[in-house]
Nanobody, 120 residues
Framework: QVQLVESGGGLVQTGGSLRLSCAAS????????MAWFRQAPGKEREFVAA???????YYADSVRGRFTISRDNTKNTVYLQMNSLKPEDTAVYYC??????????????WGQGTQVTVSS
């Protein structure tokens, strides 16, 4: 069983930056592929970025070059550094984890979400 807790969301102006964190419980975090998804009001949840347990990352076209996913297995934490934020990045951001799934897939474990609001 893995529990995920996101933090770091908030209100930021267009062009600003935020760093989201996702703290995971469990001793096998380092073996999990991790991902970030987001859901804006009235829209379906969409994939943002993923990182394999071994390190390689994958990004949605809409965030590539602006967002960076990383992980620190010693802290059981995955991060999402978001730069050059746009109003269309406004959403609830969710952390997800799975032993085998990667990319825009259906992950086994999910956090409760953290709100990111980008003002114009």
């Amino acid at each position: 069983q893995v529990q995920l807790v996101e933090s770091g969301g908030g209100l930021v102006q267009t062009g600003g930056s935020l760093r989201l964190s996702c703290a995971a419980s469990g001793r096998t975090f380092s073996m999990y592929n991790m991902a970030w998804f987001r859901q804006a009001p009235g829209k379906e949840r969409e994939f943002v970025a993923a990182i394999r347990w071994s390190g390689p990352a994958y990004y949605a076209d809409s965030v590539r070059g602006r967002f960076t996913i990383s992980r620190d297995n010693t802290k059981n934490t995955v991060y999402l550094q978001m730069n050059s934020l746009k109003p269309e990045d406004t959403a609830v951001y969710y952390c997800a984890g799975d032993r085998t799934k990667f990319g825009p897939a259906s992950y086994e474990y999910w956090g409760q979400g953290t709100q990111v609001t980008v003002s114009s």
